[in-house]
């Protein structure tokens, strides 16, 4: 990916692009060497993406973190994503989709009535909350490198782009759409026309009728 004129410079094998750089400790010194190689090939106009594995400060130990590699390159666009961010007391732990929607408060939101909170496989918080928030970033940055000829540093943790992307839930509890517990609300199993059924066939039904004249429709059948 990366456009005309652009280098993608994936710096730890987390983008299919055309030049990377794993991170494996044995070959730290090997890998250091040709990072740097690679950003003196690349152009000014370049976007490194790094993803550890939701751990901070990987590339910061081999020598390719953002403070160096924005002095060699002032315009670089350095996209980094983690689970848990680059401070605070996670940010050196390891962790999954389910974790991160854990501490950001959302998995209490999802599942049924008097069930355990569930989480809809990983789309949430490593796909929406994190790729696409860093994606985000990474456009906001090329749009201001535009104008000011500098590069950013984009740090997208997982955890707060899905607490991001869930703000409507916390936001609408006023508006009595999810002031009840979780299972108990609008569009969250709590009401009968917006549910999933199973059919006779053995298959499953998926009604959406919040508007009067959808829910008449349900009703009788049409």
């Not at 994503?81 to 390891?94: C, N, W």
């Not at 607490?163 to 999810?178: P, T």
Request: proline share 5%.
């Amino acid at each position: 990916w990366g456009g005309p004129g652009e280098d993608v410079c994936d710096l730890a094998g987390a983008a299919p692009a055309g030049w990377a750089v794993r991170v494996q400790p044995a070959l730290a010194g090997q890998t250091r060497r040709h990072g740097h190689s690679m950003f003196q090939r690349a152009g000014p106009g370049s976007t490194a993406a790094e993803c550890s594995g939701g751990l901070s400060g990987v590339m910061e130990k081999l020598g390719l973190g953002p403070k160096v590699l924005l002095q060699e390159n002032p315009k670089l666009i350095y996209a980094r994503l983690t689970g848990f961010g680059q401070s605070g007391r996670y940010a050196k732990s390891a962790g999954h989709d389910i974790n991160y929607l854990a501490l950001s408060g959302v998995l209490s939101k999802l599942g049924r009535k008097d069930e355990n909170p569930y989480a809809p496989v990983n789309l949430l918080a490593d796909f929406a909350g994190g790729g696409v928030m860093c994606a985000m970033g990474i456009i906001m940055a090329l749009y201001e490198r535009t104008k000011s000829g500098k590069g950013q540093v984009v740090d997208a943790s997982m955890v707060e782009g899905a607490a991001y992307l869930s703000s409507f839930l916390w936001k609408s509890q006023n508006l009595g759409l999810w002031n009840r517990l979780r299972g108990e609300n609008l569009l969250d199993s709590g009401a009968p026309f917006y549910e999933t059924y199973k059919t006779l066939d053995g298959k499953f039904m998926a009604v959406g009728a919040i508007e009067p004249q959808f829910y008449e429709q349900l009703v009788k059948g049409k």
